[in-house]
């Protein structure tokens, strides 16, 4: 499975969680780290923790493993690394205030994979 397989994989695991506000950045131009982004949002903790396992549980239910997971237990942002996609779940407040869209804005928007 390929890196865009994965990140449509994940996004529609996110999508069926209502997941808020789902971007997408091809970063592979600009760095070797990965070659998806996906940055999203929940209400509160609980859902974060949910978007975070529904992600966890379809990916590795399609075979692509979980290297690393970041700040789960907080749930204000948490990251899941699967080598080539990297997803970013944050709470409102620290999505506007870590802004990596911004950061990232070197990387290409994607609209739809």
Same mark, same amino acid.
């Given at each position: 499975? =390929? %890196?865009?397989?994965?990140? $449509?994989? +994940?996004?529609?695991?996110?999508?069926?969680?209502?997941?808020?506000?789902?971007? /997408?950045?091809? &970063? *592979?131009?600009? %760095?070797?780290?990965?070659?998806?982004?996906?940055? @999203?949002?929940? /209400?509160?903790? *609980?859902?974060?923790? @949910? #978007? *975070? =396992?529904?992600?966890?549980?379809?990916?590795? $239910? +399609?075979?692509?493993? #979980?290297?690393? &997971?970041?700040?789960?237990?907080?749930?204000?942002? !948490?990251?899941?690394?699967?080598? =080539? !996609?990297? &997803?970013? &779940?944050?709470?409102?407040?620290?999505?506007?205030?870590?802004?990596?869209?911004?950061?990232? $804005? =070197?990387?290409?928007?994607?609209? *739809?994979?």
């Amino acid at each position: 499975m =390929d %890196s865009k397989e994965i990140a $449509r994989l +994940a996004i529609k695991a996110l999508e069926d969680k209502k997941a808020e506000e789902i971007k /997408t950045i091809d &970063i *592979s131009e600009v %760095s070797v780290i990965a070659d998806y982004f996906i940055i @999203a949002n929940g /209400t509160n903790h *609980s859902q974060i923790q @949910a #978007l *975070s =396992d529904h992600v966890e549980e379809t990916l590795g $239910r +399609a075979g692509v493993p #979980l290297r690393q &997971i970041e700040g789960y237990q907080n749930a204000n942002w !948490v990251l899941l690394d699967f080598h =080539d !996609v990297i &997803i970013h &779940i944050f709470d409102k407040e620290n999505r506007l205030f870590y802004d990596l869209e911004r950061i990232w $804005r =070197d990387g290409k928007q994607i609209d *739809s994979l």
